[in-house]
């Protein structure tokens, strides 16, 4: 190919020769494709980050009644919820006392608490007026109450 006074040959190079012109003309390239090279980089590192950022994920989170919660306090908001949505005296029944029960299962007084065990509720606390709190109901009609936070606390120790 001639463009003015020069004349150019082009063919097709591989192997050792395409090896030999990297190394000679490199520089050249590498310069043409730094931006590519910097952005693989930094998706990289991101993707490393996520997968740090699950594993860290996967030891601070709890199963409890067959549901993941990501963090200690996704429970806590989770129990707070039962106590502000139920009525004083309302049976807690389904996914909600199986929670319960399970976190129970931490207390230090567990085998007590469910001895005889019927179903749980929510009510004002006997000795704090103010308190809500909740209660297991045994098969008597006897109530006692218990710390969820001690269950918690528990629960969070073990992890």
């Avoid at 590519?36 to 996520?50: D, G, L, P």
């Avoid at 993941?68 to 005296?89: E, F, P, T, W």
């Amino acid at each position: 190919m001639k463009i003015e006074d020069h004349d150019f040959k082009f063919h097709v190079t591989e192997g050792e020769d395409l090896k030999k012109f990297w190394q000679e003309q490199g520089g050249h390239f590498n310069f043409c494709i730094q931006n590519k090279v910097r952005q693989a980089k930094k998706a990289q590192k991101i993707r490393n980050q996520e997968k740090r950022e699950t594993v860290k994920r996967a030891k601070t989170s709890f199963e409890i009644a067959g549901v993941y919660y990501l963090d200690i306090n996704k429970v806590k908001s989770k129990s707070r919820a039962i106590l502000n949505l139920k009525q004083d005296g309302e049976r807690i029944e389904g996914n909600d006392a199986d929670f319960l029960k399970e976190l129970l299962g931490l207390h230090e007084k567990k085998d007590a608490k469910l001895k005889d065990f019927d179903h749980f509720e929510v009510g004002t606390h006997p000795s704090h007026e103010k308190t809500r709190c909740f209660f297991v109901v045994r098969k008597d009609d006897s109530k006692e109450d218990f710390s969820i936070t001690k269950c918690i606390m528990q629960l969070e120790q073990q992890n």
